[in-house]
């Protein structure tokens, strides 16, 4: 016997499918008889096996359940009975238990072919296989969708469509419907995406009339999972599984971290709608919400397997979120943000973690962001967001974010408030390097006097805009100013803060970096000393900035002509930070990065090589592959297997360095420049074989730059430094 489940969320069109084979089969003669039941209840499985009874065998109508019953006994092969080939549908199965008792028989001749939104083993077994039934593709859904227009002599845009077919999930009840709204009202694709995205309009204005549904259609969209959800509610933990999916119906459709929806956020918001069997709400516990996500899987209104991400239709969501009054969809806002916020680990354990949490930050962001802002802040889910931005290198985006933020906070708060000013001052975080310098000096400079007026010219707001602005003149070239803006900016902090905070000794570090830059390595050298005393003393042996002095001092060690010293220094601090922090860490690659560096010039190309190739598998995965440290990690290894004897690899790396930098900052940032000119620098031969080649195209690269960056930018300079070695080995100067 042929017998199969189909299963499915509401709209993927089970009972279509269904109908679909039982039409073909009957016009096709391959079965004698066919016997379609809506078996929403257990009562009506028994009507139509009754009806059938009556109408094939002549049974009683008085007696339903004997008349089903002889029907079921019919189906059963009998020796020396006519054979007889049947087909029995049982369509929209609502509840697994309904059918105990009532599945046919086996029989070589018959089939039974099932709907139903619910998952259960229980569907399962004696020769039944359960058949998911999913969304269209997005080719199907539109060439479904041109084709319903094209019935109607209706030609639409085909990135329209696309787009449309998009919005609406790929699901094929809501592209049937919406087609019908366009026909009927006379608008276009394009209009209708933005009626559809306007979210002050309800999903069921979108859709035709209950009267003028197309298909033989009972319901809309809007009310398809109405039924489910009350199925879903009534499983054990009764009463939990709606407040989950309202919960969910805030997030990311394509992946909600299942930590979120059980961490304790969650189990509050649960447990404050749980129907309660005493005078006080019984706590939710996490198995609680574990149930409750499984009483949803069941009912198909999410899909959820303990270890990954819970996936959630859009328009089920937006349906839920249309649902609730005012108060409730703000108390569910604010748990879904602390949810987000409690589950988000500190140390993003790779990209992807971090990817998902920003998306489900943005969708929370993009229903009802004014939610998240109180009379007094912003809800701090907002400021992690910006924060994963610019771990994970999408700097942009980060400054975009905090532009906005502090947009928010200006328009709530004012100008002079402390979240405005620190929202504006990330905004501007990584101008140094995406900007021209100029750019970014002006920007902190207007910032730095805005933050002496506001809120006065020694409160921390202003000495942070302060340091910014130096640091901003340090990427434009102008060390000299930077370090001046740091002498001072470290009095005003001795004055105003203790000589050993942080921020005083953070300052200490700048200076130290800007006499290094300028050439003054002793007395780089000597302040760094200085300065790690006093770090281990007043912020501990692993405090970020310790270990950072540290990595400075064996950098300088290097540099004054002994590698080795430098690699053993690295060595004792890479074993350190795999100890404290774990090999994933980012802090920890970049002590890798440099690790192999001074390898390879401590004599170890080849060793050095294959330990940084090590670290970029890992960075890829932590960070994206996007990522600049992973651009510069790329440059790094091409030279050091160039060293290490493979003479091919130098250009390739720095290729692969200079496309990823080019996908961040765009084909005109110096850095991209900078290492396509170095790149065509080695493809003439570098310096050694043809030094007027690598000079022309060093200057060409080097007027490119100045056109748009100006001629102080580090960039520039680093290649006017390439172009004097060319011009020194170049006979006619």
Same mark, same amino acid.
């Given at each position: 016997?042929?017998?199969?489940?189909?299963?499915?969320?509401?709209?993927?069109?089970?009972?279509?499918?269904?109908?679909?084979?039982?039409?073909?089969?009957?016009?096709?003669?391959?079965?004698?008889?066919?016997?379609?039941?809506?078996?929403?209840?257990?009562?009506?499985?028994?009507?139509?096996?009754?009806?059938?009874?009556?109408?094939?065998?002549?049974?009683?109508?008085?007696?339903?359940?004997?008349?089903?019953?002889?029907?079921?006994?019919?189906?059963?092969?009998?020796?020396?009975?006519?054979?007889?080939?049947?087909?029995?549908?049982?369509?929209?199965?609502?509840?697994?238990?309904?059918?105990?008792?009532?599945?046919?028989?086996?029989?070589?001749?018959?089939?039974?072919?099932?709907?139903?939104?619910?998952?259960?083993?229980?569907?399962?077994?004696?020769?039944?296989?359960?058949?998911?039934?999913?969304?269209?593709?997005?080719?199907?859904?539109?060439?479904?969708?041109?084709?319903?227009?094209?019935?109607?002599?209706?030609?639409?845009?085909?990135?329209?469509?696309?787009?449309?077919?998009?919005?609406?999930?790929?699901?094929?009840?809501?592209?049937?419907?919406?087609?019908?709204?366009?026909?009927?009202?006379?608008?276009?694709?394009?209009?209708?995406?933005?009626?559809?995205?306007?979210?002050?309009?309800?999903?069921?204005?979108?859709?035709?009339?209950?009267?003028?549904?197309?298909?033989?259609?009972?319901?809309?969209?809007?009310?398809?999972?109405?039924?489910?959800?009350?199925?879903?509610?009534?499983?054990?933990?009764?009463?939990?599984?709606?407040?989950?999916?309202?919960?969910?119906?805030?997030?990311?459709?394509?992946?909600?971290?299942?930590?979120?929806?059980?961490?304790?956020?969650?189990?509050?918001?649960?447990?404050?709608?749980?129907?309660?069997?005493?005078?006080?709400?019984?706590?939710?516990?996490?198995?609680?919400?574990?149930?409750?996500?499984?009483?949803?899987?069941?009912?198909?209104?999410?899909?959820?397997?303990?270890?990954?991400?819970?996936?959630?239709?859009?328009?089920?969501?937006?349906?839920?979120?249309?649902?609730?009054?005012?108060?409730?969809?703000?108390?569910?806002?604010?748990?879904?943000?602390?949810?987000?916020?409690?589950?988000?680990?500190?140390?993003?354990?790779?990209?992807?973690?971090?990817?998902?949490?920003?998306?489900?930050?943005?969708?929370?962001?993009?229903?009802?962001?004014?939610?998240?802002?109180?009379?007094?802040?912003?809800?701090?889910?907002?400021?992690?967001?910006?924060?994963?931005?610019?771990?994970?290198?999408?700097?942009?985006?980060?400054?975009?974010?905090?532009?906005?933020?502090?947009?928010?906070?200006?328009?709530?708060?004012?100008?002079?408030?402390?979240?405005?000013?620190?929202?504006?001052?990330?905004?501007?975080?990584?101008?140094?390097? =995406?900007?021209?310098?100029?750019? $970014?000096? !002006?920007?902190?400079? #207007? +910032?730095? /006097? %805005? @933050?002496?007026?506001?809120? &006065? *010219?020694?409160?921390?707001?202003?000495?942070?805009?302060?340091?910014?602005?130096?640091?901003?003149?340090?990427?434009?070239?102008?060390?000299?100013?930077?370090?001046?803006?740091?002498?001072?900016?470290?009095?005003?902090?001795?004055?105003?803060?203790?000589?050993?905070?942080?921020?005083?000794?953070?300052?200490?570090?700048?200076?130290?970096?800007?006499?290094?830059? =300028?050439?003054?390595?002793?007395? $780089?050298? !000597?302040?760094?000393? #200085? +300065?790690? /005393? %006093? @770090?281990?003393?007043?912020? &501990? *042996?692993?405090?970020?900035?310790?270990?950072?002095?540290?990595?400075?001092?064996?950098?300088?060690?290097?540099?004054?002509?002994?590698?080795?010293?430098?690699?053993?220094?690295?060595?004792?601090?890479?074993?350190?930070?795999?100890?404290?922090?774990?090999?994933?860490?980012?802090?920890?690659?970049?002590?890798?990065?440099?690790?192999?560096?001074?390898?390879?010039?401590?004599?170890?190309?080849?060793? $050095?090589? !294959?330990?940084?190739?090590?670290?970029?598998? %890992?960075?890829?995965?932590?960070? &994206?592959?996007?990522?600049?440290?992973?651009?510069?990690?790329?440059?790094?290894?091409?030279?050091?297997?160039?060293?290490?004897?493979?003479?091919?690899?130098?250009?390739?790396?720095?290729?692969?360095?200079?496309?990823?930098?080019?996908?961040?900052?765009?084909?005109?940032?110096?850095?991209?420049?900078?290492?396509?000119?170095?790149?065509?620098?080695?493809?003439?031969?570098?310096?050694?074989?043809?030094?007027?080649? !690598?000079?022309?195209?060093?200057?060409?690269?080097?007027?490119?730059?100045?056109?748009?960056?100006?001629?102080?930018?580090?960039?520039?300079?680093?290649?006017?430094?390439?172009?004097?070695?060319?011009?020194?080995?170049?006979?006619?100067?």
């Amino acid at each position: 016997m042929l017998s199969q489940v189909l299963t499915g969320t509401g709209g993927v069109g089970k009972t279509q499918l269904a109908a679909d084979y039982a039409r073909t089969a009957w016009d096709s003669g391959e079965v004698d008889v066919l016997v379609w039941i809506s078996a929403s209840s257990r009562s009506a499985i028994t009507a139509g096996y009754a009806q059938a009874g009556v109408e094939v065998l002549a049974a009683d109508p008085s007696d339903p359940e004997q008349s089903a019953r002889a029907f079921l006994a019919w189906l059963e092969p009998k020796a020396g009975q006519k054979p007889c080939r049947w087909l029995v549908v049982l369509d929209n199965v609502a509840d697994p238990a309904d059918m105990r008792g009532w599945w046919p028989p086996a029989s070589p001749r018959g089939r039974v072919l099932v709907t139903t939104r619910r998952r259960e083993a229980a569907l399962t077994g004696a020769g039944r296989r359960l058949v998911s039934v999913g969304l269209f593709t997005p080719q199907d859904a539109a060439a479904y969708f041109t084709a319903v227009l094209a019935a109607h002599d209706r030609h639409e845009p085909t990135d329209q469509i696309d787009s449309l077919a998009a919005d609406l999930g790929h699901l094929p009840l809501a592209l049937a419907q919406a087609a019908a709204y366009i026909i009927d009202t006379h608008v276009t694709c394009a209009r209708y995406r933005r009626l559809l995205a306007d979210r002050l309009r309800k999903l069921a204005d979108l859709l035709p009339e209950p009267s003028a549904l197309p298909d033989d259609q009972a319901v809309t969209v809007a009310a398809t999972w109405s039924l489910s959800i009350e199925h879903a509610d009534r499983l054990r933990p009764a009463g939990l599984a709606r407040p989950m999916l309202q919960l969910a119906g805030m997030l990311d459709p394509n992946g909600i971290p299942t930590d979120v929806l059980t961490s304790r956020p969650a189990l509050t918001h649960l447990t404050r709608h749980r129907t309660p069997d005493t005078q006080q709400p019984i706590p939710a516990t996490t198995e609680d919400a574990a149930g409750a996500l499984h009483a949803l899987h069941r009912l198909s209104l999410v899909t959820y397997a303990p270890g990954q991400p819970v996936r959630v239709h859009g328009l089920v969501q937006r349906s839920v979120r249309e649902q609730l009054p005012p108060e409730l969809l703000a108390r569910t806002v604010q748990a879904a943000a602390d949810a987000l916020l409690q589950a988000w680990p500190q140390t993003e354990r790779d990209f992807a973690t971090g990817q998902r949490f920003r998306a489900n930050t943005e969708t929370l962001r993009s229903h009802d962001e004014h939610l998240l802002w109180s009379d007094h802040d912003v809800h701090e889910v907002l400021l992690r967001t910006g924060q994963s931005l610019a771990r994970a290198g999408l700097y942009q985006a980060a400054m975009d974010h905090y532009r906005q933020l502090a947009a928010t906070s200006g328009q709530k708060y004012g100008a002079g408030c402390p979240r405005t000013l620190v929202c504006r001052s990330n905004s501007l975080r990584f101008l140094r390097v =995406t900007a021209h310098p100029a750019e $970014a000096v !002006a920007a902190y400079a #207007e +910032l730095a /006097a %805005d @933050c002496a007026r506001l809120v &006065g *010219p020694d409160a921390p707001a202003t000495f942070d805009a302060r340091g910014e602005l130096a640091n901003a003149r340090v990427s434009g070239g102008d060390l000299a100013g930077a370090l001046a803006d740091y002498e001072e900016l470290l009095l005003d902090h001795r004055r105003v803060q203790d000589p050993h905070h942080r921020r005083t000794l953070s300052v200490r570090s700048q200076i130290a970096s800007l006499h290094r830059d =300028t050439g003054d390595a002793p007395r $780089a050298t !000597a302040l760094y000393e #200085e +300065l790690l /005393a %006093d @770090c281990r003393t007043y912020l &501990g *042996p692993l405090d970020d900035m310790t270990l950072n002095v540290r990595m400075k001092l064996a950098h300088l060690q290097g540099e004054a002509g002994d590698p080795a010293g430098a690699r053993d220094r690295l060595g004792e601090l890479l074993d350190e930070h795999l100890a404290e922090f774990g090999r994933d860490d980012h802090r920890t690659l970049v002590v890798r990065h440099e690790l192999a560096d001074w390898r390879a010039a401590a004599g170890d190309p080849a060793g $050095a090589a !294959a330990e940084l190739s090590d670290m970029i598998d %890992d960075a890829v995965r932590i960070l &994206g592959a996007h990522h600049i440290d992973v651009a510069n990690a790329r440059y790094s290894l091409g030279l050091l297997r160039d060293k290490a004897g493979d003479a091919n690899a130098a250009p390739v790396g720095i290729d692969e360095s200079a496309r990823l930098l080019e996908q961040t900052f765009g084909p005109d940032h110096p850095f991209v420049i900078g290492h396509r000119g170095v790149l065509q620098m080695w493809q003439h031969g570098l310096m050694e074989s043809d030094p007027v080649a !690598a000079a022309e195209a060093l200057k060409e690269m080097i007027a490119a730059l100045r056109s748009v960056w100006g001629s102080d930018h580090s960039q520039v300079l680093e290649l006017r430094r390439f172009l004097l070695v060319c011009c020194a080995r170049n006979p006619k100067g």
